[in-house]
């Protein structure tokens, strides 16, 4: 495919000329001289071993060939410029880029980012996903959200969320294998979600229940795919209150005990100190501790 595929300077200024029929015309358009425009397509027509242009003493107009091409070459150029604003969007200056952790965006952050975009219609947002407190890039991202205790040097932090814990599971889960006190969760898979420090064994030793096996079940990355199979009756998953309200609304899961454990893991906002903010960072900051304020009194 490369040796069938012209220089891209080349195409640019055969559709520039093209369409504007006038070299004159296109190089101002492409911000280079007249030459430099007729030598680009005299090296494309060489290229393609055919004439694409009849060149007139006041004017241009295409060949057959000219006219066949064009709307392919206008039609790739319009492809790739599509692909390029599809995955990187406006330039990295005028975007405001936000990290967050997978299972915050979906539960936490989904519902709400809607209203600060209408209120702020001039400010674009892009939202990274994030798996694991993978270190922070200050060249790629303007703000983090990581799940943690409040322990990141040379970052000012935010707590968003207070949350406690409890077992959660699909609605029919409830009344098989007598799942009716916290030591019958020996009889069920325990859904675990890897890097929260904070785990079953916290909420098994609150609850007494000391004949289950913390340890054993399926091992997870996010709460996104521990709900999920915990909706699907496939395990036990152990919910942190600010992401699993929606699913506990929509009936998807319920809590089974009553039993609700404090933790000290929280999702954090965090706002790196030693680079020049992004001119929204502080709108969207200000914003987001305000909506967590407001779900969660007493946060700070």
Not at 135 to 161: E, M, N, V
Not at 257 to 275: G, H, S, T, W
Request: proline residues 6%; contains cysteine.
């Amino acid at each position: 495919m490369k040796s069938d595929l012209p220089p891209l300077t080349w195409l640019r200024a055969f559709e520039a000329a093209a369409r504007t029929l006038s070299f004159t015309n296109a190089g101002a358009e492409l911000n280079l001289t007249q030459a430099a425009v007729s030598k680009h397509v005299k090296a494309l027509e060489l290229y393609l071993h055919q004439p694409l242009f009849i060149r007139r003493p006041r004017s241009l107009e295409l060949t057959k060939l000219g006219e066949a091409y064009l709307p392919k070459v206008q039609d790739a150029l319009e492809r790739l410029a599509t692909g390029t604003r599809e995955v990187f969007g406006r330039r990295r200056s005028q975007v405001l880029t936000l990290r967050c952790a997978v299972s915050f965006a979906v539960y936490w952050l989904s519902s709400r980012l809607p209203a600060f975009l209408d209120a702020y219609p001039d400010v674009q947002v892009r939202v990274i996903s994030s798996v694991w407190n993978d270190p922070f890039d200050k060249d790629a991202f303007d703000l983090d959200i990581q799940y943690g205790t409040g322990d990141w040097p040379g970052f000012s932090h935010t707590r968003l969320t207070r949350d406690t814990i409890t077992p959660l599971c699909a609605p029919g889960l409830a009344g098989r294998n007598a799942l009716q006190s916290p030591a019958d969760l020996r009889h069920h898979r325990l859904l675990h979600v890897m890097g929260y420090q904070e785990g079953w064994g916290v909420w098994l030793n609150a609850a007494g229940a000391r004949g289950v096996d913390p340890g054993q079940g399926l091992h997870l990355d996010t709460s996104l795919t521990a709900f999920r199979i915990a909706a699907d009756g496939g395990g036990i998953a152990l919910g942190r209150s600010s992401l699993a309200a929606e699913d506990l609304v929509a009936g998807r899961l319920i809590a089974p005990f009553a039993l609700k454990v404090p933790i000290d893991e929280a999702f954090y906002l965090l706002e790196p100190q030693i680079r020049p903010a992004h001119p929204f960072r502080d709108v969207f900051a200000s914003w987001i501790k305000g909506q967590a304020s407001a779900q969660l009194p007493g946060v700070s």
